[in-house]
């Protein structure tokens, strides 16, 4: 087997030529420290990024200078991303089905913040008027939006049971007690071993181990540092 091409990851960028000379980082965070992974510059609005990572997880791309930071899954593949220097967080990573399952994820949480803040609006309006049938419906409406995501996220997992994002995702819902103990068991016992070794798979079975009063205290370690390329669970 050719191992120059599987051995690692290739990440080819592209940007507004505009960003020229400014660094391209991917970091890790842990415990709230960002370490760096991996840096190029920008020559010609183009970047190169190599390397080697044991099992899928979730990096961020920053570039200094510019605002936002984007979340990437890194896997061993090669990958195309398109910057976009307005909007980080908005650039487009392809060849990597992890990132194709991130984005859907992520672009849904944009659209439920979206719909909380008009909600929240709406919500604090009947407040101010003690208008309790309004209050209700308002939270209703959201329980119901709410839902309905949640159901697509399960069923997207559901059908790729091979990916570590997956695994982030039933992580970040069963944190957030979206999910209880015994609706996530099944589908986490239908993941790939690959799955259920990574450090969001060793996550899932440790917090179906604890007792569930005990979930709520633990702090979600699928956030990130900076407010727009964050990866929200849906309670936020």
């Known amino acids: ?12 960028g592209s940007i507004d030529s505009s960003a020229d000379n400014m660094v391209v980082k991917i970091l890790q965070l842990e415990d709230n420290k960002e370490i760096l992974i991996d840096s190029d510059t ?40 398109t910057f976009y220097k307005d909007s980080l967080t908005k650039s487009l990573v392809k060849g990597s089905q ?20 008009q909600l929240g609006q709406r919500f604090r309006k ?32 559901k059908s790729n049971t091979n990916l570590v994002t997956s695994a982030a995702i039933l992580e970040s819902m069963l944190r957030s007690k979206q ?9 986490f016992n239908t993941f790939s071993k690959n799955v259920l070794d990574s450090k969001f ?14 979930i709520g205290d633990i702090a979600p370690n699928f956030t990130a540092p900076n407010p727009e390329g964050k990866l929200v669970s849906l309670n936020d």
């Not at 087997?1 to 080819?12: A, L, P, R």
């Not at 183009?46 to 899954?73: A, F, H, Q, R």
């Not at 709410?146 to 997207?156: D, I, S």
């Not at 798979?201 to 005990?214: A, D, P, Q």
């Open 126 to 157: 009947a407040s101010e008027t003690k208008d309790s049938l309004k209050m209700a419906e308002v939270r209703i409406e959201f329980e119901n939006i709410l839902k309905t995501v949640n159901n697509k996220h399960l069923e997207l997992i």
């Open 1 to 12: 087997e050719d191992t120059q091409t599987t051995n690692g990851y290739i990440i080819e």
């Open 98 to 117: 992890e990132n194709d399952l991130l984005k859907i994820y992520h672009d849904d949480s944009e659209v439920l913040r979206t719909k909380n803040t």
């Open 42 to 81: 920008i020559k010609n609005g183009k970047i190169t990024l190599k390397g080697t990572v044991e099992s899928p997880d979730i990096y961020y791309i920053t570039i200094p200078g510019i605002y936002g930071n984007m979340p990437i899954i890194l896997e061993n593949e090669k990958m195309s991303i």
């Open 201 to 214: 798979g060793k996550s899932i079975n440790e917090l179906l181990s604890v007792s569930s009063t005990e």
């Open 179 to 187: 999910i209880t103990n015994k609706e996530t068991e099944p589908i």
